[in-house]
């Protein structure tokens, strides 16, 4: 079975600073990964995926992610926050095989960037 | 990428009383995927839905509660039936659609009282 944690329930962060939210996931063979992001009262809009390749991937709104299989991690990353990228952070797993295509989601990063 | 309109976007109801909740793809897709979303939690899938069969519930999720029409494949409905304050969530209708992420619709709020 595959699982997604996300350990950080709440992360602050100044604007103009960095910000990383941290993801972590176990699935059998070779992972898709993804990041998706939630507004208020909006459904999840897909930010950034891995499949293979290049460990560092870049998405939209300026969001990257760097894939580290040795653990097993797949952490978001943005250079320089905005007050604009506050919201709710889903990373998501899905195997590398089969036709379904069912994510698995961790619980969720609330991000709340301050002024 | 794919556009999904779901509807309706809100809506609050009775207990004991059925919401059937649409969702419309602009292309066809082969599946459709059913999540809820409670309040401060994560998504899970309730079930997939297939063109001309019926659809696979996820543990936990039975047809009984949740049917799910496939019609086509640019639709799908999923009906919350005999509702609970319980079944209060958010209930999102996901696509993939050519590449490896998903789509999602904007989600169906549902308050149960």
């Known amino acids: 079975a595959q699982s997604v944690a996300q350990p950080e329930d709440q992360v602050n962060v100044a604007e103009g600073n960095p910000l990383t939210v941290k993801c972590t996931y176990s699935?059998?063979?070779?992972?898709?990964l993804f990041w998706y992001v939630q507004y208020p009262n909006r459904g999840l809009q897909f930010l950034l995926k891995y499949i293979t390749g290049d460990n560092l991937v870049k998405g939209s709104y300026g969001f990257e992610a760097e894939f580290n299989k040795s653990q097993t991690s797949f952490h978001l990353k943005k250079p320089s926050a905005l007050v604009s990228d506050s919201a709710l952070y889903f990373c998501a797993v899905s195997p590398l095989s089969g036709s379904a295509r069912q994510l698995t989601f961790g619980s969720g990063t609330q991000l709340t960037v301050l002024p | 990428s794919a556009v999904i309109s779901q509807k309706p976007s809100r809506d609050i109801c009775q207990r004991g009383t059925s919401l059937t909740i649409q969702c419309q793809v602009d292309s066809q897709v082969t599946m459709m995927f059913w999540y809820r979303q409670q309040p401060g939690q994560s998504l899970t899938l309730i079930a997939t839905?297939?063109?001309?069969?019926?659809?696979?519930?996820e543990s936990g999720f039975v047809i009984d509660k949740f049917p799910i029409s496939r019609p086509n494949l640019t639709f799908s409905t999923l009906t919350v039936s005999n509702m609970s304050p319980e079944d209060s969530s958010i209930y999102l209708c996901?696509?993939?659609?050519?590449?490896?992420?998903?789509?999602f619709g904007q989600g169906t709020r549902l308050t149960v009282v």
């Open positions: 699935v059998s063979g070779n992972p898709y």
């Open positions: 996901s696509v993939h659609s050519g590449g490896t992420e998903a789509f």
């Open positions: 839905a297939n063109q001309g069969s019926e659809a696979t519930y």
